[in-house]
């Protein structure tokens, strides 16, 4: 007998475990990235990840998925897996590794933003502040300890401009995802298709542009593991959550993984934040708490 729907309790609820596990996946991709290098550790995480929701939540029979939903819902997702993976693999330092990750982190709010311009999602004043204010700490994570010095974050973005560059392009693909699937799914999941998809184009960017040489040890080995389950498990849960729990809760619980995540990622790779940056963080999370309580409570317009 087939199972019955999640609630829409139940199914957030799982999208929240998502959330603990996308903390440690900045520190976890970094760590493998450098023993195996950008493309070919991230082919390994996705590669595993794909095996493990293979064994866990199975594949969807492609006659089942909408075909609006598998073709636009897998270009998203494998665009976003590569900037994410690759704009941490191609920091130069640990310590731009997770300022890169915090650039990320400015999906919840592009989120809100484009479930209020193509959703009908309604919201009140507050989205300006919130938006501000969350732009503003990217700033100031970018910028150090000299403040809010736009010559100083111009310089740090052009030490390296193909990572914090994918990681903004990054943040947008994935907005657009979770705004997609919500709209074209139809209640279908093909999460396992999406990873392993990705998975393949990484492994033939390594075969036909060059990898870097991968350096196995047991600690390398411990942090794919890892790594893979957090991807893997944490993309399951939340396509779930997407697809039939409660979309504005999620992405204002997610508003609090850029905090979980730096102090992860700076334990893992051992790197000392400075409070500038914990300011920014700050404000990232502020700002997004923002944007999500200027949705709440308000109706979803006819558009949706």
Not at 3 to 15: C, D, Q
Not at 34 to 48: F, Q
Not at 88 to 94: K, M
Not at 189 to 195: H, P, Q
Request: proline fraction near 5%; charged fraction near 5%; aromatic fraction near 10%.
């Amino acid at each position: 007998m087939p199972r019955p729907p999640l609630s829409i309790r139940h199914a957030t609820l799982v999208g929240l475990i998502a959330i603990v596990l996308w903390s440690s996946v900045v520190g976890l991709i970094r760590s493998v990235s450098t023993c195996l290098g950008p493309t070919g550790g991230a082919a390994m995480i996705y590669t595993l990840g794909a095996l493990l929701l293979a064994l866990t939540a199975g594949f969807t029979p492609l006659r089942t998925i909408p075909r609006a939903y598998l073709g636009w819902g897998s270009l998203l997702f494998v665009a976003y897996e590569w900037c994410l993976s690759l704009s941490i693999g191609y920091a130069h330092t640990a310590q731009q590794a997770i300022e890169v990750g915090m650039v990320n982190y400015l999906w919840p709010t592009f989120t809100l933003l484009a479930a209020i311009a193509f959703n009908g999602q309604r919201a009140n004043g507050l989205i300006v502040p919130g938006v501000l204010i969350a732009l503003a700490g990217i700033c100031r994570v970018l910028a150090g300890e000299q403040g809010l010095d736009w010559a100083g974050m111009l310089t740090n973005i052009q030490s390296n401009p193909l990572s914090y560059g994918l990681a903004f392009l990054g943040a947008l693909l994935w907005a657009a995802y979770c705004t997609v699937t919500a709209r074209m799914a139809r209640g279908r999941n093909a999460i396992t298709l999406f990873v392993t998809l990705t998975a393949l184009s990484l492994w033939a960017k390594y075969l036909i542009v060059g990898g870097e040489p991968m350096h196995w040890s047991l600690s390398t080995g411990i942090h794919l593991v890892f790594a893979a389950a957090a991807m893997g498990l944490g993309y399951g849960a939340w396509n779930v959550g997407i697809l039939h729990g409660n979309v504005t809760v999620l992405a204002g619980a997610s508003y609090f993984t850029p905090v979980f995540s730096a102090a992860l990622a700076a334990a893992l790779l051992q790197v000392p934040l400075t409070p500038a940056f914990w300011l920014g963080t700050g404000m990232v999370c502020g700002g997004a708490v923002l944007c999500w309580l200027a949705t709440r409570g308000q109706p979803v317009g006819a558009k949706s």
